[in-house]
C-alpha cells in the first residue's frame, strides 16, 4: 500500500482529520466536529482550548475507526500535519497543563481601545507603524494586542508570567505542545507562518523581534521556539497514532496556497471559509502593499529551503455571514439551504448587506465599521437577503482582488478557490459574474488539509511526499465562466461600495459596558475577579 499522511486541521467553526494518499493526493478517510464559538459579550469570541483538544483526539480516534474498517492498517500513516485557525490566542500553565483563560478568536473586537492606545501613540497616529517589520497593520485581528489584553485583564495570566510558568501559543503550538506529551515534555514550537501573524516577529530576520515585543510589553521567555513549515517537532505520544512524527505546520491560509500548488511567484488562491483570505505568492522577497493588504511569510518548507512570502487581503466575514443568517436570525435552517433561497430569488433586488460584524479588513483596515442592511423596500423577503449575503462574499472578494492587481501590476487571468464555502455553486457563478473573470475550483475542496499533509510528507526524515513542481499529483477540477456583462457587474460592485461607506466609523470605542470585565468558562463559571468595572448590565 502507498504510504499515507494526516492532516489535523482545526479551524474557527470545527476540527477535522484526514488521511491522503502521499503518492496520488487522494484523500482516504476523515472524521470532522464542530466547536463551540461563546460571545460572552459583544464583540468578544471564545473558544474552550480544552474542547480544542478534545476535538482533536475525537477526529484522529474516529478516522482511525473508519480506516479499520476499510481495512487499512493505521501503520500506513507516516506523518501528521497541523493547519489551523491562525492568530487565535491562548496562554496556558506549562506545570499544570491548563489553559489560564479561553482562547481569543482572530475574529475577536474587545482590543479595539487598546489599538486605538497604539495607534494614537503611534507617530503621525499611523496604523501602519510596524509595518516595516511585520508586514501588518496595528489591527484587533493579530495576536500581540489579544495577548496585551490577557497580560492586563486575567490575573491568572498575569501570576504564571512572574512565576514563569505560563506559555503563549497560537492554536499550533496548543496542539503540538499536547500531542508530543504537554507537560511532561511537549514540544514549544510554532511555525514561521503562523509566527508571522502575531505582530511580534520580524519578517526579513525571521524571528521574534525584541523591540517589538518591547512595543507591546510582552516577555519573550513566553514565546514558542519558531520553526520551518516542514519538519519533524516531535512524536505523538498518545493515541492510536502514538510514535508518528508531526512534521508539517502552516497557518491555514499558508497551507491552502500549498494544497493549491501555488508554488510559482504570481499564483494566487482564495479560500471561503468562516472569513475569505486571497494569497498571492511573491517568492523569496516581501512585497510591501500600497493598497491595504497585508505581507505575509507564506511557508519555508525545509530548515534550509528559503522562506517564501505571499501578499494577503483578508476578509473577516465569510461563512460567518451564513452561520449568522441561521443561528443568530434563523432565515435558515442549515448552512445549504441558503442557495436554495438566493437561487429562489435569482437576485437581491437593489438589497447589499455589507457583514461588517468585525469591523472591516482589507483593504480598508477599519475596526469602527459595523454590519449594515441597505436598500430594504416591503417587496425585500429572505430569499433577496440570502441572495444578498452570497454576494456580499463576492464583492468582498472582488475588493481584494482588485487591491492585489493593483500591487502586483500583473492581473490574475482567473482565481484558483477553496474552502467549504466553495460547494455552494450559486456562490461560485456569482464570483464568477463578479469578477468578470473565471472561477476554477478543484473537485476535491480540502487544499488546506492537503497543504499540511505535503508539508508533513515531505519533512526530511519522512520523506514520502515530493513537493519537485514535475511530480506534483494532477487535482482535477471545475471551472465557472463569467454569465453576465461586465457593466452590469461593475453596477452592483459601486452600489455594494456605496453601501460599505455607510457601514463606517459606526462604532469609535468600545461602549463603556466592554470596557472592562472579563469573560466567563463555557461552563459559566467566571476566570476571576476583573479589575473594579464600571456599573454594567448583568450578562444572560
Not at 433 to 462: F, K, N
Request: charge should be negative; charged fraction near 20%; aromatic fraction near 8%.
Amino acid at each position: 500500500m502507498d504510504p499515507l499522511v494526516a492532516a489535523i486541521d482545526q479551524g474557527t467553526s470545527s476540527t477535522r482529520f484526514l488521511v491522503f494518499n502521499a503518492k496520488t493526493a487522494e484523500m482516504i478517510s476523515h472524521h470532522q466536529v464542530e466547536i463551540t464559538q461563546s460571545f460572552p459579550k459583544e464583540g468578544w469570541v471564545e473558544e474552550d482550548p480544552k474542547e480544542i483538544m478534545q476535538s482533536v483526539y475525537e477526529c484522529m480516534e474516529r478516522t482511525c475507526e473508519k480506516l479499520c474498517k476499510l481495512n487499512i492498517d493505521i501503520s500506513n500513516i507516516k506523518a501528521v500535519g497541523v493547519t489551523n485557525q491562525r492568530e487565535t490566542t491562548l496562554v496556558w500553565d506549562k506545570e499544570t497543563g491548563e489553559p489560564l483563560y479561553n482562547a481569543i478568536v482572530w475574529l475577536d473586537l474587545r482590543t479595539q481601545s487598546t489599538v486605538e492606545r497604539l495607534i494614537n501613540k503611534a507617530p503621525g497616529r499611523n496604523k501602519n507603524h510596524l509595518k516595516h517589520k511585520t508586514g501588518l497593520p496595528i489591527s484587533t485581528y493579530f495576536s500581540a494586542v489579544k495577548l496585551r489584553w490577557m497580560l492586563d485583564n486575567v490575573d491568572e495570566v498575569r501570576q504564571a508570567v512572574l512565576s514563569e510558568r505560563a506559555m503563549f501559543g497560537t492554536v499550533d503550538s496548543w496542539i503540538i505542545w499536547c500531542l508530543t506529551g504537554g507537560r511532561n515534555g511537549g514540544v514549544h514550537c510554532t511555525d514561521v507562518s503562523n509566527a508571522s501573524r502575531t505582530m511580534l516577529y520580524n519578517i526579513h530576520t525571521m524571528d521574534w523581534d525584541p523591540e517589538l515585543c518591547r512595543y507591546f510589553d510582552v516577555p519573550m521567555e513566553i514565546l514558542p521556539k519558531v520553526r520551518s513549515s516542514s519538519e519533524i517537532y516531535g512524536w505523538m505520544k498518545s493515541s492510536s497514532l502514538a510514535g508518528v512524527p508531526i512534521s508539517g505546520c502552516l497557518g491555514d491560509q499558508s497551507a491552502a496556497l500549498v494544497g493549491q500548488m501555488c508554488f510559482k511567484e504570481g499564483q494566487a488562491k482564495n479560500t471561503y471559509g468562516t472569513g475569505c483570505f486571497l494569497l498571492r505568492n511573491t517568492g523569496t522577497k516581501p512585497v510591501m502593499s500600497e493598497h491595504g493588504l497585508l505581507t505575509t511569510v507564506a511557508y519555508k518548507l525545509g530548515k534550509d529551503q528559503p522562506a517564501c512570502y505571499a501578499l494577503e487581503g483578508s476578509v473577516a466575514i465569510a461563512g460567518a455571514v451564513v452561520r449568522w443568517l441561521k443561528d443568530n436570525m434563523g432565515i435558515v435552517q442549515s448552512s445549504s439551504e441558503i442557495e436554495k433561497l438566493a437561487a429562489a430569488a435569482g437576485t437581491s433586488y437593489g438589497c447589499y448587506f455589507v457583514p461588517a460584524f468585525s469591523g472591516l479588513y482589507a483593504p480598508y483596515w477599519e475596526p469602527s465599521a459595523r454590519g449594515i442592511i441597505c436598500g430594504l423596500t416591503q417587496f425585500t423577503n429572505r430569499n433577496h437577503l440570502a441572495f444578498a449575503a452570497l454576494e456580499a462574499v463576492c464583492f468582498q472578494a472582488r475588493e481584494i482582488l482588485d487591491a492585489m492587481n493593483q500591487d502586483s501590476g500583473v492581473p490574475l487571468t482567473q482565481l484558483q478557490v477553496d474552502g467549504g464555502m466553495t460547494s455552494n455553486r450559486l456562490l461560485m457563478q456569482l464570483q464568477a459574474d463578479i469578477l468578470c473573470m473565471p472561477v476554477v475550483r478543484p473537485i476535491m475542496a480540502e487544499t488546506t488539509a492537503l497543504g499540511a499533509a505535503m508539508a508533513a510528507g515531505a519533512a526530511e526524515g519522512v520523506d514520502v511526499w515530493s513537493l519537485e513542481l514535475d511530480q506534483l499529483p494532477h487535482v482535477a477540477s471545475e471551472k465557472y465562466e463569467p454569465q453576465i456583462q461586465c457593466d452590469e457587474s461593475e453596477f452592483r460592485f459601486a452600489r455594494w461600495k456605496k453601501a460599505v461607506q455607510k457601514a463606517m466609523n459606526w462604532e469609535t470605542t468600545e461602549p463603556c459596558c466592554n470596557a472592562n470585565g472579563l469573560g466567563k468558562k463555557m461552563n459559566g463559571s467566571p476566570w476571576g475577579v476583573p479589575p473594579t468595572p464600571p456599573p454594567t448590565r448583568v450578562d444572560p
